[in-house]
C-alpha cells in the first residue's frame, strides 16, 4: 500500500483521536503565550564576538550606558516669558523627582563656573539667584546664556533659532528593561501631555530610550492589525473565489489554530518580540490559506466528479497532500536559511516561520478532510466555481499562449530581463535607524526636529586611549583632540562634539573672568595656572565624569549623527578615520570609533551579507530538492528559471523605483523564493502525473496539467498577492517595502510557472523526453497508484 493511501486512512479513520491531539496540543501552547515578551533592547545585529561588538562594550565597561538621555525641547518664543519660563524649569525638577530618573539639566539648573582667586579655585555659582519675574528678567537671563556661555550652545539650547532643552538622564540600569517603558508611557508622556495643555506650548521629545519604546509600542499595536486584516482579507477573497460559508469557515478555523501556534511557539523558545517576529502569525495565516485553496478546490473536484465522499477526501490526502506537503518544506526551507546566517534576529526568525510553516501543513492536511467527513457532501451551488466562465476563459488564454505564442513568451522575457538588469545597477544599499519607522507618528516629526535643531540623535563615539594614567591632560592630547573636534565640525551630518576639551575650554573663560572670548584651549603658559584651578575646585570630579574615566587614561568624544543611510556614514566614518590616522600617532595613542549609530552601521552591512548568502543558500537547497526529484540537470534549470526571473524583475523595479537594499527588502528574495517554487512543484507534480496517464505525450501532459492546476495556481497567487498587501498598511517603511515588494514579485511569479514554465517544457520536450528522468523511486512521493483512475 502507498505511502499517503495509508496517511490518508489512519487520518479519516482516527479522525477523533486526531482532533482531541490538536485540541490538546493547541492548549498547552496557548498557556506559553504567556512567556511572550516584547524587546526592551536594542536588535544587536552583529554577532557578540564581532569586532564592532567587542569595542563597543569596552565603551560601556570605560563610561557606562551612552543611551540613557531622553531630551525634551521647546522652540517657541513665548517660552521667554516669566510664566512659562519658570514653568519650563520646573517641568525638569518634577520629572527630577522621579524615581526612574538618575538628575536632569534645564536651564536653570545651569551652573556657571566662577573663577575663586582667595582661594585658587573655581566655583559653582547659579546662572541666576531669584526667580524671574518680569519679561527683563527673563531676558537678560537669555542674554547671558546665548551670549556668554558657549559651554552650553547645542547642549542645552540653539543659539540660532532660540530652542532651548531640557536633558533627562536616566539611570543606567533601567533602559534595558520594561521600567523604561512604564516610565516613558505612564509617566513620561501624560506629565508633557498635561504641560502642554496647561501652558499651550508644544514639546518636542526625543533621545534613544524614548524612540525604543515608541517604536516598540508601533509593532505591538501593529501585530493585531496585521492579524486581523490578514484574515479578514484572505476570508473575503477566499469566499469570493468558494462562494461557500463552509469552506471559508473551516478555512478560518486552520489559520486562526496556525495564529495561537505561531504565539505558542515564540512564547515557548522564550523569544522576544522583534519587528521581524511580529510579521510570522499573519505570514502563517496568508500561507496557510493556499494549503486550504488546493485541498477543498481538489475535494469538490473529486466530488463533481464522482460523487464518492469516501473516495474523495483520500484522493485529496494522497494526491494534493504529497505535493503540498512539498511546497511546505520548500516553503520552510526558504525560511529555515535564516537559521544559517550568524545574526541572532534572523536565526530566531528562520526557526520560528520554518516550524509554524509545516505546523499549518500538518493543521491543513489533518483539519479539513476530517472537518468535511463530519459533513454532507457540498452542494451544487459549491461547485459553480469550478465551471466559471472568467476563470475557464484565463486558464484558455494561458493555454493558449503557451500553444501558440512562445517565442513571444522569450522575447518578452529577455526584453524583462534586460530592463531588469539595467535597474539592478542602480540599486542603492542603505541601513537607516529611523528610515523604516513610522513616519506619521509625533515621535518621528521630533526625531526630524532635532536632527535639524541639534544635528542628530544617533550617537558616535571617538575613545582615546593615550596608554598612559592622566594622558588626556597633557596639553598635547588635548591639541590633537581639537584638531579631530574642528573635522567634526566641518562634516554637516555631525553635531557639535561634546568631550573633556569643552571643560577645559570652560576653564579658561571662567579664568578669565567669565569673558565668551576665552573660550579656547589654553596655551603652555597659560595651562598650569587654569589646571591648578581646576584641582581644587571640589566640582571637578563630577564635571570630568563623563568626559574621561577615572584613571585619566581614556578620553571620549561624543557627536551625534543625523540619520543619513550606511552610505555617507562609511564616508564620514572613512574621512574621521583619515584624521585620527595623521593625528593620533598608533605607538602613541589607540584611538576607536563606536557608539550606536558605528554599531548599527556594521551591523546593517553584515545583515545584508548574511541575507545575500541565505537567499544563495535558499536556492542551492531548491536546486537540491529538483536534483533529488528529477535526476536531471535540465530539469532543475527548467524549474530553477520560473522562479529567479521574478526575483530579477523586483530587484530592477527596485533600482528603478529609488528603493534601497535594506534588512527589511532583502528579506523580500528568500520569502519571494521559498513560496513562487510552490507553484512549480504543484505543477511538474500534475504534469508527472499526467506523463504517466497520457503515455508520456508531453505536449498534453503540459496542457492538461496547465488546465488543472492553473485554476488553483491563479487563486493562491491571488490570496498571496492581498495577503502581503496587507503588510503596506503598516507605518512602518521596512514593512510597507516587504509587503508590496513580495505581492508583486509573487504575482510576477505566477504568470513565470503558469506561461514561462510550461513553455520551456514543451519547447525542449525532446530533451527531457525520458522516462527514466521521471522513473526514479524518489518521485513516488509525488503519485499514487491510482493515477491511472483518472483516464
Known amino acids: 500500500m502507498n505511502f499517503w493511501t495509508q496517511v490518508s486512512r489512519v487520518i479519516l479513520t482516527r479522525r477523533y483521536t486526531i482532533l482531541i491531539l490538536i485540541a490538546a496540543f493547541t492548549c498547552f501552547l496557548a498557556s506559553q503565550m504567556q512567556y511572550m515578551r516584547f524587546s526592551n533592547t536594542e536588535a544587536n545585529l552583529l554577532p557578540e564576538n564581532h569586532k564592532i561588538n567587542i569595542e563597543y562594550d569596552k565603551f560601556l565597561e570605560l563610561f557606562g550606558e551612552e543611551g540613557n538621555l531622553i531630551i525634551l525641547a521647546a522652540s517657541d518664543s513665548t517660552i521667554f516669558t516669566p510664566k512659562k519660563f ?21 536651564v536653570g ?111 505591538i499595536d501593529e501585530i493585531g492589525l496585521f492579524v486581523s486584516l490578514a484574515l479578514g482579507v484572505t476570508a473575503l477573497i477566499f469566499f469570493f473565489f468558494f462562494r461557500s460559508i463552509r469552506a471559508t469557515f473551516i478555512t478560518l478555523l486552520v489559520v486562526s489554530i496556525g495564529v495561537i501556534w505561531a504565539f505558542g511557539i515564540i512564547g515557548l523558545f522564550r523569544y522576544e518580540i522583534t519587528v521581524l517576529m511580529a510579521l510570522i502569525p499573519p505570514l502563517i495565516i496568508v500561507i496557510g490559506v493556499p494549503n486550504a485553496i488546493f485541498l477543498i478546490n481538489k475535494y469538490q473536484q473529486e466530488i463533481k466528479k464522482h460523487g464518492n465522499q469516501a473516495k474523495s477526501l483520500q484522493r485529496v490526502i494522497s494526491k494534493v497532500g504529497n505535493a503540498t506537503l512539498m511546497t511546505n518544506v520548500t516553503t520552510a526551507s526558504g525560511f529555515a536559511t535564516f537559521i544559517f546566517t550568524k545574526s541572532q534576529l534572523l536565526r530566531e526568525f528562520g526557526t520560528i516561520a520554518s516550524i509554524n510553516i509545516l505546523g499549518i501543513f500538518i493543521l491543513a492536511l489533518f483539519i479539513i478532510p476530517i472537518m468535511y467527513s463530519f459533513m454532507p457532501l457540498p452542494k451544487e451551488k459549491h461547485l459553480k466555481h469550478l465551471e466559471r466562465k472568467w476563470i475557464d476563459a484565463i486558464v484558455k488564454w494561458m493555454e493558449s499562449i503557451v500553444r501558440n ?77 581639537n584638531e579631530l573636534n574642528e573635522t567634526i565640525d566641518e562634516i554637516p551630518q555631525l553635531s557639535k562634539s561634546i568631550s573633556v576639551l569643552n571643560l577645559v575650554k570652560y576653564s579658561k573663560q ?16 597659560e595651562k598650569n595656572w587654569i589646571l591648578s584651578y581646576t584641582k581644587n575646585s571640589t566640582s571637578n570630579d563630577n564635571l570630568m565624569d563623563n568626559f574621561v574615566d577615572s584613571t585619566g587614561q581614556y578620553a571620549r568624544i561624543t557627536t551625534f549623527m543625523k540619520d543619513i543611510g550606511t552610505d555617507k556614514m ?45 537567499l544563495s543558500l535558499a536556492i542551492l537547497l531548491i536546486a537540491i530538492f529538483m536534483a533529488f526529484l528529477f535526476r536531471s540537470f535540465r530539469m532543475i534549470l527548467i524549474s530553477l528559471i520560473p522562479n529567479i526571473f521574478p526575483l530579477l524583475i523586483t530587484a530592477g523595479l527596485m533600482g528603478y ?70 503588510f503596506t498598511v503598516s507605518s512602518f517603511g521596512g514593512t510597507i517595502a516587504l509587503g508590496g515588494l513580495v505581492s508583486v514579485t509573487l504575482l510576477l511569479a505566477m504568470a513565470s510557472n503558469l506561461l514561462l514554465l510550461p513553455s520551456l517544457l514543451l519547447s525542449l520536450e525532446k530533451s527531457i523526453a525520458n522516462k527514466e528522468i521521471f522513473k526514479e523511486p524518489t518521485l513516488d512521493i509525488l503519485t499514487t497508484k491510482d493515477d491511472n483512475i483518472d483516464k
Open 86 to 106: 519658570n514653568a519650563w524649569n520646573s517641568l525638569s525638577k518634577q520629572l527630577d523627582s522621579i524615581s526612574e530618573v538618575d538628575f536632569t539639566i534645564a
Open 109 to 219: 539648573d545651569i551652573k556657571k563656573l566662577k573663577k575663586n582667586t582667595k582661594d585658587q579655585r573655581f566655583d559653582l555659582e547659579p546662572l541666576y539667584n531669584k526667580i524671574p519675574e518680569t519679561i527683563e528678567d527673563v531676558l537678560k537671563i537669555k542674554t547671558e546664556l546665548f551670549e556668554n556661555l558657549p559651554f552650553f550652545d547645542n547642549f542645552l539650547f540653539n543659539k540660532k533659532s532660540g530652542t532651548i532643552r531640557t536633558v533627562v538622564y536616566l539611570k543606567k540600569e533601567i533602559v534595558n528593561t520594561t521600567a523604561r517603558k512604564d516610565f516613558v508611557l505612564n509617566v513620561l508622556n501624560p506629565t508633557i501631555e498635561q504641560f502642554e495643555k496647561d501652558h499651550n506650548i508644544n514639546i518636542r521629545v526625543s533621545g534613544m530610550p524614548y524612540i525604543r519604546t515608541m517604536n516598540a509600542k508601533n509593532i
Open 405 to 481: 505564442h512562445r517565442i513571444s513568451v522569450y522575447i518578452a522575457t529577455i526584453i524583462l530581463m534586460i530592463v531588469s538588469i539595467n535597474g539592478v545597477y542602480m540599486i542603492k544599499v542603505s541601513g537607516s535607524i529611523i528610515e523604516d519607522m513610522p513616519q506619521g507618528e509625533e515621535f518621528f516629526k521630533d526625531i526630524i526636529f532635532f536632527e535639524e535643531e541639534f544635528g542628530g540623535i544617533m550617537p558616535l563615539e571617538i575613545i582615546i586611549d593615550t596608554k598612559s594614567e592622566k594622558g588626556v591632560m597633557k596639553l598635547s592630547t588635548l591639541k590633537r583632540m
Open 510 to 525: 571662567a579664568f578669565y573672568g567669565g569673558n565668551p572670548k576665552y573660550y579656547q584651549l589654553p596655551t603652555n603658559q
Open 570 to 614: 562609511e564616508l564620514i566614518e572613512e574621512r574621521l578615520q583619515q584624521k585620527i590616522d595623521k593625528e593620533f600617532p598608533i605607538e602613541d595613542y589607540n584611538v576607536t570609533m563606536t557608539g550606536k549609530a558605528l554599531v548599527f552601521l556594521k551591523g546593517t552591512n553584515f545583515l545584508i551579507h548574511n541575507l545575500m548568502i541565505s
Open 657 to 726: 523605483l529609488g528603493i534601497p537594499i535594506k534588512p527589511s527588502t532583502i528579506l523580500v528574495f528568500s520569502i519571494a523564493f521559498g513560496i513562487s517554487v510552490d507553484d512549480t512543484i504543484h505543477f511538474l507534480a500534475k504534469y508527472r502525473q499526467e506523463l504517466k496517464a497520457n503515455n508520456w505525450r508531453i505536449k498534453q501532459s503540459v496542457y492538461n496539467a496547465l488546465r488543472e492546476t492553473g485554476v488553483s495556481m491563479f487563486y493562491t497567487s491571488i490570496v498571496l498577492f492581498f495577503g502581503f498587501l496587507v
